[in-house]
């Protein structure tokens, strides 16, 4: 869906076709974000890569390092020919861990990051974070993955709207309906994103999912018993 389709699908969730679409445009990037942002969720489709910042040998833990645009949070920091990821610590602890490696902090204000100890030789630093997905359009969709996934959009428009924006006794009632229907989808979009993240974890660790079918001796003696 597009930023005209989001708009016109919350314009008849919530019986008004008077709504400003500018402002239901601003709302339906409120909404992205709100979900975009769920606290303790890494979403899978919203991980980037980054290599490069370089620890060089000469660097301080005050020595600052630019963070990608649309930076949002880390998920890990791994330095080259380490298999250990370093850890965060507060910004405001900075000056007791300075002397020891492992830990990095970041300057939220000024989007950079900083790592602790000394380095004998360059490091590449490999980082993975959360990226934030450019303000949708009249004609732009959002970029997640899956098309299906954009109709909670229009739900959680509603429930901001209805809940706090043009609140009335057949409005609450109405965004509590709303809401419970975000919640099926928005649960739905996370089943999603949990099951990308079990079947990573359980490759890493080599478990597998037997199947049986592939096995003729099993299926053998199974219709043999039947």
Not at 147 to 156: L, N, R, T
């Amino acid at each position: 869906m597009d930023g005209n389709a989001l708009i016109t699908k919350f314009k008849n969730i919530v019986d008004d076709e008077s709504i400003d679409s500018d402002f239901a445009l601003q709302l339906a990037n409120d909404a992205k974000l709100t979900i975009e942002q769920d606290p303790g969720r890494n979403w899978d489709m919203l991980k980037k890569y980054d290599t490069s910042i370089t620890w060089l040998t000469t660097d301080e833990y005050t020595t600052s390092h630019a963070l990608p645009t649309k930076f949002l949070r880390v998920v890990t920091v791994y330095i080259d020919g380490r298999i250990h990821k370093w850890r965060a610590i507060p910004f405001e602890h900075r000056e007791r861990y300075k002397d020891i490696q492992g830990y990095y902090y970041i300057d939220t204000l000024n989007n950079t990051i900083f790592f602790t100890g000394a380095t004998g030789s360059n490091k590449t630093i490999n980082l993975c974070y959360l990226e934030a997905t450019s303000d949708l359009t009249l004609t732009g969709s959002p970029v997640w993955p899956i098309s299906a996934h954009h109709g909670v959009i229009p739900y959680k428009m509603a429930e901001i709207y209805q809940g706090g924006i043009d609140t009335d006794d057949v409005a609450s009632k109405m965004g509590a309906a709303n809401f419970r229907q975000y919640q099926i989808l928005f649960n739905r979009m996370k089943a999603w994103d949990n099951e990308i993240k079990m079947a990573a974890l359980n490759d890493m660790s080599g478990r597998r999912t037997l199947d049986l079918s592939a096995i003729p001796d099993v299926v053998d003696e199974l219709e043999h018993r039947r």
